[in-house]
């Protein structure tokens, strides 16, 4: 089985504080994806990763940025942390064959005070 | 731009019913659609991907269809047990990436 695994369940941080989420997949998928959820506004694509070293812009990319530096591992950044910021984030990999599925690690959910 | 809708937005049914949970989108242009599950608190889960070519998938109590000429989707449950609490969403790939419903949060009552 596919396991994606995030580093924390839970954060908190406060405003203006540099913040890392990493993602890890154990299957040598090609592609990774970070998302945000919030309620009543389903997921909305942040940014995410073909190949390593390489980043597209998903749909709210504004404040955040990623690193893949190696193929098993996307992490997330946030350069200055706020208060709108908080959200459930939720990493994703597929193998990257066009139509394959996604699979998803557990999620962080991050409050930002 | 392509939109997905998902309604009821919640739905609470006894145990034993066989439901239909809905999805619709805007545009045909699709790829293929997935339903996921998502319980409290954990990650989603993939239930079933319909290629734009197919009419309907099915995994065990599980059915969804997909008819892209009216840009809709549903998915039944049969027989739904306490166990099938959770929250579903739909997806639609048009490209790269996956356009998301919002969800419905489904409540199967004993």
């Known amino acids: 089985d596919v396991k994606v695994t995030q580093s924390s369940r839970y954060l908190v941080k406060r405003t203006g504080e540099k913040v890392f989420l990493e993602c890890v997949q154990d299957?040598?998928?090609?592609?990774m994806f970070w998302y945000r959820q919030d309620p009543g506004l389903g997921l909305r694509l942040i940014y995410f990763?073909?190949?390593?070293?390489?980043?597209e812009k998903g749909d709210i990319p504004e404040g955040y940025s990623v690193s893949r530096e190696k193929k098993e591992r996307f992490s997330l950044i946030l350069e200055s942390a706020s208060t709108n910021q908080t959200s459930m984030y939720l990493c994703?990999?597929?193998?990257?064959?066009?139509?394959?599925?996604?699979?998803f690690g557990p999620g962080t959910r991050l409050t930002v005070l | 731009k392509q939109e997905v809708t998902q309604i009821p937005a919640a739905l609470s049914v006894p145990e034993g019913e066989n439901l239909v949970l809905n999805c619709s989108f805007t545009d045909s242009a699709i790829y293929n659609l997935q339903w996921f599950r998502q319980d409290p608190g954990k990650g989603l889960t993939s239930l079933l991907l319909?290629?734009?070519s197919q009419r309907e998938q099915t995994s065990g109590r599980l059915n969804a269809s997909l008819d892209k000429s009216s840009g809709r989707s549903t998915l039944y449950i049969a027989a739904s047990q306490p166990g099938d609490s959770a929250t579903y969403l739909c997806a639609v790939r048009p490209n790269y990436q996956l356009i998301w419903g919002a969800g419905t949060k489904l409540i199967i009552k004993p």
């Open positions: 299957m040598d998928h090609e592609n």
């Open positions: 319909i290629q734009s």
């Open positions: 990763s073909y190949d390593v070293k390489m980043k």
């Open positions: 994703a990999s597929s193998l990257g064959q066009g139509t394959d599925t996604q699979y």
